[in-house]
């Protein structure tokens, strides 16, 4: 998403490939206006100047395009955590409680304030201690946790409005997995976003939502749901 990458065509290139950028749905911190995503032209240097001169041409649009799909769901996923937490602890409890299933809130803070997204680091070299936890459980019991460890990690900085219209600083760590393809030979993707934590306050909210959702489903809320259905 940053602006400062080139545009202009590598002297090696082939093709030529577009310069036009997209606007993501995610509020910038610094200004009243979106982030805009890479086009595929600064992603190819982007790419060139990382050491990865072997990216076919033909490929960079699609690269472009899942990129973006998978920031856009990394954020759709920031914004539940922040509808549910952002006014405080209690409030997040009552939202979690009733599981996953249960909360119908928007991905806004206090006011009706949206999140702001600060700015994001990319750390594909450091894995989370969940990712590396979950990568151990898999080398022992791999029929339960075997798996691929995840290709790629971000670190996003989130601006929340407190319930007094106060901001503060959140960050969320974003692990990215890749699973088995499409019968269609789709590939597919999934995220695991969480607050990092980084203070008590993180370690309740995750806590309160992975908590809130097993009691609600261990406690047969489900079943009574759909007898009074």
């Known amino acids: 998403m940053p602006s400062s990458l080139s545009q202009t065509r590598d002297s090696n290139q082939t093709i030529a490939l577009p310069t036009g950028r997209t606007t993501s749905s995610i509020p910038r911190g610094d200004a009243e206006a979106n982030w805009e995503y890479p086009s595929p032209q600064q992603m190819y240097n982007a790419m060139l100047r990382k050491g990865y001169d072997d990216t076919p041409e033909d490929a960079v649009e699609s690269m472009v395009a899942v990129h ?5 769901g990394a954020w759709a996923e920031i914004e539940g955590w922040e509808a549910r937490f952002s006014r405080g602890l209690g409030y997040g409890w009552r939202a979690c409680r009733n599981g ?10 206090q006011g009706g304030e949206r999140p702001r997204l600060m700015r994001f680091m990319g750390r594909p070299g ?14 022992v019991w791999p029929s339960q946790y075997g798996g691929e460890p995840p290709f790629d990690r971000h670190d ?6 407190t319930p007094r219209g106060y901001t503060r600083e959140v960050r969320y760590v974003i692990d ?13 993707f999934y995220l695991d976003v969480r607050p990092a934590v980084d203070g008590p306050t993180a370690a309740a909210e995750r806590m309160m939502r992975w908590g809130g959702d097993v009691w609600h489903r261990a406690s047969g809320a489900k079943a009574r749901e759909n007898v009074s259905s």
């Open 68 to 72: 973006n799909f998978l920031n856009e």
């Open 100 to 109: 996953e299933g249960g909360f119908s809130g928007q991905g806004q803070g």
């Open 126 to 139: 450091d894995m989370t201690p969940k990712a590396r936890m979950l990568d151990m459980l898999g080398k």
């Open 156 to 161: 996003w900085y989130v601006q929340r409005t």
């Open 176 to 188: 990215y997995y890749s699973g088995p393809p499409e019968p269609t030979g789709e590939p597919v």
